[in-house]
């Protein structure tokens, strides 16, 4: 019988665990705080912005919205990140992307300090991913994959996985996260060769490709395990990800649903960011509680 891993069950207990630390920080006198950056009404913003305001408030974390047009300069955009690096009552900052095209996105969000960048998007909280050296954050998609593993008890170590996406967003941060779980890993791409018979062979799958009907049947075997990360949109406006589900569900070990699965758990690692940053710690883990 195969598992399906829903983002539900491992969001309740995230949520569980993030309350009481952060009820531990207000015992301090210390409000745990994101500041949201929005330029203009982008309704995948406003829905994002929805979505972390349910989560913080379950979690205990404050949120204090900065909102301006989206003429807005790019020399006030830094100035306002500026600000909000230098504030001490706001431990992490999420930028709403993309930015309005007049803005250096680059610019922008290296502005951000990386132990305020609890979305993990600057260049410097990326390298902390690579090096190892545990600077800033990891992109919340990327950690949701390992959190949402090792929520239902998937072993890791001595694994081998296949990577489908080589995103710097997914797919190259979470195969490094995998590499330092002493996972074997191997990224695969549109150029890869018979990569149906190289993904047969792995224990693990992460489906980051972005595109329907990826990883079918012929990608699978009984005792394998996929976390589908991406979001499609199939021809009746269905949200899908990039696996068969029906060919996986009742065939592969455990696989994540799309929709149901790491979005819900992407959401509950920008809230754990944010906690982190609170407690001040210097020795926080990429990837570990």
């Avoid at 705080?33 to 989560?55: F, Q, V």
């Avoid at 018979?197 to 980051?208: E, F, H, T, V």
Wanted: proline residues 4%; negative net charge.
């Amino acid at each position: 019988m195969t598992l399906i891993m829903r983002g539900k069950e491992v969001t309740e207990a995230l949520n569980r665990r993030l309350k009481k630390r952060s009820d531990k920080l207000r015992a301090r006198g210390i409000v745990p705080t994101l500041g949201i950056i929005r330029l203009g009404e982008n309704p995948d913003d406003l829905t994002y912005e929805r979505s972390a305001k349910i989560r913080a408030a379950k979690t205990g974390i404050e949120i204090r919205n900065f909102v301006y047009s989206e003429d807005f300069t790019e020399q006030e955009l830094v100035g306002i990140i500026y600000r909000l690096n230098n504030d001490p009552h706001i431990h992490g900052i999420l930028l709403m992307q993309p930015l309005p095209d007049h803005i250096d996105d680059d610019l922008v969000r290296n502005a951000i300090r990386p132990d305020k960048d609890v979305d993990g998007i600057t260049d410097l909280s990326m390298a902390g991913v690579y090096s190892g050296d545990k600077q800033g954050f990891p992109p919340c998609t990327a950690e949701a994959c390992i959190e949402m593993l090792d929520h239902y008890s998937i072993g890791l170590a001595g694994k081998n996985a296949a990577i489908i996406g080589r995103s710097p967003v997914i797919g190259k941060p979470v195969a490094m996260m995998l590499i330092d779980r002493d996972v074997t890993v191997t990224i695969c791409h549109t150029k890869t060769k018979d990569i149906r018979s190289l993904c047969r062979k792995q224990d693990l799958i992460i489906a980051c490709a972005g595109h329907i009907g990826t990883v079918t049947k012929d990608f699978m075997h009984e005792s394998q395990v996929i976390v589908d990360v991406a979001i499609n949109f199939d021809e009746n406006g269905n949200m899908c990800g990039d696996t068969d589900f029906a060919a996986a569900d009742g065939f592969v070990r455990a696989v994540s649903p799309v929709p149901g699965g790491i979005g819900s758990v992407t959401t509950g690692m920008l809230m754990k960011h944010v906690i982190q940053a609170a407690e001040g710690k210097d020795d926080f883990s990429l990837i570990s509680w």
